[in-house]
């Protein structure tokens, strides 16, 4: 502000000298030489009173950019900035405003995915340690001695390689899991009769679902067109949603399959009579290690990573896939694939 008004003085001074130096020149008298000096300072005195009143909505313009700045690099990403006028001084707060904007949505993006990292650490540390705290436990029995019997000892034996899958088997779906979130999986395309593929699925899991008598049933649409997708990825989807079906199904309950053909593509229709999906878990169903409730979980047992995979393989297909449910009546699973 003192820089302003020390340049309008100066500009002031610098007139008043170019007059009397003109005066002179042209022989003004020193009465209009006086006359026109007044009118100068009066002049000069109402520009500067304007420039000192511009100069302070100036100055507290950028203080509050500067402070508004300091919020933002504390870690204040609400804070905004918000004025009346229409000049660059707005223009500067309206970039200003759009930079929060982004920063702030950033933040919370990165809340997120540290909060996700943390869940899914603390997921995996979970379904590691206990089945490593089993097996440990079962060959410090054998190692020093406190089983005998035969028959104990291969069952421990049979325990521990049962644990070893198991693990195996999540390491691999955590690694399959990580490899669609990244985008790196090249799909191998090939033409698909769903309904072939379906049925297949069907014969291989019906002797789990016998062992549970449970019903499986095929509805096919004999029209259904041929899809292109990756055999084996398609395969996986049907068996965790049908596994996840006869997991959660009582016995003697049945679970049917059926396909469709729509806009959209053919569909592809897992409905089972089972006990069915809270209302609060369904948002929730298809991520990663969520299993809804501790004690039915336990009971039905899986690392909740198989939804998660079915919906990343469809996507990466171009499909959706989706999820009816009523508590005691039944789930379906839903997905289509593009013609």
């Not at 870690?75 to 223009?91: A, K, M, N």
């Not at 904007?101 to 540290?114: H, I, P």
């Not at 490593?132 to 079962?138: D, F, H, K, Q, V």
Request: charged share 20%; with cysteine; proline share 3%.
């Amino acid at each position: 502000r003192l820089k302003m008004l020390f340049a309008y003085s100066l500009g002031v001074i610098i007139a008043i000298v170019n007059i009397y130096v003109t005066s002179k020149l042209m022989f003004v008298s020193w009465h209009d030489f006086l006359l026109l000096g007044l009118l100068l300072i009066f002049a000069g005195l109402i520009s500067t009173s304007f420039g000192v009143i511009l100069a302070k909505e100036l100055t507290q313009t950028l203080r509050r950019l500067r402070r508004s700045a300091n919020q933002l690099a504390g870690g204040d990403f609400s804070t905004r900035i918000h004025l009346d006028s229409v000049d660059e001084l707005s223009d500067v707060a309206s970039a200003f405003n759009l930079m929060a904007d982004e920063l702030e949505r950033a933040f919370a993006r990165q809340k997120q995915l540290e909060q996700a990292r943390q869940d899914l650490t603390a997921a995996v540390s979970h379904d590691l340690r206990t089945p490593l705290t089993s097996i440990r436990a079962m060959i410090e029995a054998l190692s020093d001695g406190l089983v005998s019997d035969p028959d104990t000892v291969q069952r421990y034996y049979v325990a521990i390689r049962a644990q070893t899958e198991n693990l195996s088997g999540l390491i691999n779906d955590l690694f399959e899991l990580s490899q669609l979130e990244s985008g790196q999986v090249e799909l191998r395309k090939d033409p698909v009769n769903l309904n072939d593929l379906l049925s297949d699925v069907i014969e291989s899991m019906q002797p789990q679902a016998n062992a549970k008598s449970i019903s499986i049933e095929g509805v096919f649409c004999p029209d259904t067109p041929i899809v292109q997708a990756e055999v084996l990825k398609i395969q996986r989807v049907l068996y965790n949603l049908l596994q996840n079906a006869i997991r959660h199904t009582p016995a003697g309950g049945s679970i049917s399959l059926s396909t469709a053909v729509a806009a959209q593509g053919v569909w592809v229709e897992i409905s089972d009579t089972g006990e069915g999906i809270p209302p609060a878990d369904l948002p929730h169903i298809f991520e990663q290690f969520y299993r809804g409730d501790k004690s039915r979980s336990r009971q039905t047992g899986g690392a909740g990573l198989g939804l998660a995979i079915a919906k990343r393989i469809i996507q990466a297909h171009g499909g959706q896939i989706q999820v009816e449910s009523n508590v005691a009546q039944g789930s379906k699973f839903s997905f289509v694939l593009p013609l």
